[in-house]
């Protein structure tokens, strides 16, 4: 009870009760009733945290106005959004002339901190990418107005002042885009000095409105693989396998029968970026890691098309090799192609149980894919392992 010094008498008599009854409710699986206990203690943690934060300078107030003095404008931002800030700034030619209260940790906010900011500012624009997160938090701290004379605390962010249009809920941010968002709010602004009004604003203004004017059209770039990936070439050779897999001619001649459709599966992995032209025919639906190859077996028993499903070794050992005994324990007609390049490529070329070293360095027990799925097959099974080597 002692760590919590906020409880009142009531939850300290629950508290003593569990503690008694319950001797581990220090142990951290929390399920109830353990969960409560801890979140008796939250407001606690925060607390200390954000303390701890105050002492190493995590949080900082940049530009600081001078004691006693209450500028116009004060911007808050964290990570990335704070970047674009300061990079359109100087591009307006701004840099250094409006404070920012850079947020090192954007939850919780420091409300002492942010009380400190804004009773230096009249005006705070929230800068952060997509929905409403660091702005609502302000905007608690501050539900009791700070007032210094007749002038009040404005927290401003997704929707701005003068009707005009405020950072975007949606997608991302970009200098640029930051720039054609802040200066229709700095120019004309009712109270700015005028020496922060003009100049560079002027320009960039008029560039915006000639940008938005222009007539242009520009390919959208996807994402694609590295150069060298051996996914590009097995995709091109799918792309003509399905070709004449459709095609009634080729089908008769070469194996009697009539055109078969490929179902082709992927989950999470580079093979995902299948999705987009020009391999689109070869990714028809996107699943959780490792769980492609359930897709196709529970497509399995419903369909006739042949059905192929993507693997990277990575997902191999982390859980497709699960999807791949089922489907040889139910005999299911699925072709799996695994990519075996010897590194978890997708999420930053993490090792995993099939390479002989860790990232430090160490020897570790290395797994080999082939051998592992031939253990897999009974002597009965149809089921057939093929290597295809890049060298």
């Known amino acids: 009870p002692n760590q919590y010094p906020t409880l009142n008498a009531e939850q300290r008599a629950l508290l003593n009760y569990e503690k008694d009854i319950k001797p581990d409710l220090d142990q951290f699986v929390l399920l109830p009733p353990r969960s409560w206990h801890r979140e008796l203690g939250m407001a606690e943690r925060h607390a200390a945290v954000i303390a701890e934060a105050r002492k190493l300078g995590i949080n900082q107030i940049i530009h600081k106005p001078q004691k006693g003095e209450r500028v116009q404008m004060g911007f808050v931002a964290s990570g990335m959004a704070y970047a674009y800030l300061t990079h359109a700034l100087a591009e307006m030619g701004l840099a250094g002339r409006i404070p920012i209260l850079k947020l090192g940790m954007s939850y919780p906010v420091d409300a002492q901190l942010v009380r400190e900011f804004a009773e230096g500012c009249e005006q705070l624009i929230v800068v952060e990418e997509r929905r409403s997160f660091v702005e609502r938090q302000i905007r608690d701290v501050l539900a009791t107005p700070i007032q210094r004379g007749k002038l009040q605390v404005e927290v401003w962010g997704k929707q701005f002042p003068r009707g005009l249009k405020g950072i975007s809920a949606t997608r991302g941010l970009h200098p640029s885009l930051l720039i054609k968002t802040l200066v229709p709010l700095i120019k004309d602004h009712p109270t700015l000095p005028v020496e922060l009004t003009n100049g560079h604003l002027t320009e960039e203004l008029a560039i915006i409105d000639r940008a938005g004017s222009a007539d242009v059209t520009t390919p959208a770039r996807t994402p694609a693989f590295c150069p060298g990936c051996p996914h590009r070439d097995s995709s091109s050779v799918l792309l003509d396998i399905r070709r004449d897999l459709l095609d009634p001619g080729y089908m008769e001649r070469t194996h009697k029968r009539p055109p078969v459709d490929l179902v082709a599966h992927g989950d999470t992995g580079c093979y995902t970026m299948l999705m987009f032209e020009p391999n689109t025919p070869l990714m028809h639906n996107y699943s959780g890691m490792g769980l492609g190859g359930g897709t196709g077996a529970g497509a399995d028993p419903f369909i006739e098309n ?47 149980a099939g390479v002989e070293f860790d990232l430090t360095g160490n020897e570790m027990n290395a797994m080999d894919i082939e051998r592992l799925v031939k253990g897999m097959i009974p002597r009965k099974s149809k089921a057939e392992v093929r290597v295809v080597r890049a060298d």
């Open 306 to 352: 042949k059905q192929l499903v993507f693997m990277g070794d990575g997902t191999f050992y982390h859980s497709g090799q699960v999807a791949i005994s089922q489907s040889i324990a139910n005999n299911q007609d699925i072709t799996y192609i695994i990519l075996d390049n010897k590194t978890t490529a997708m999420t930053g070329h993490q090792p995993h």
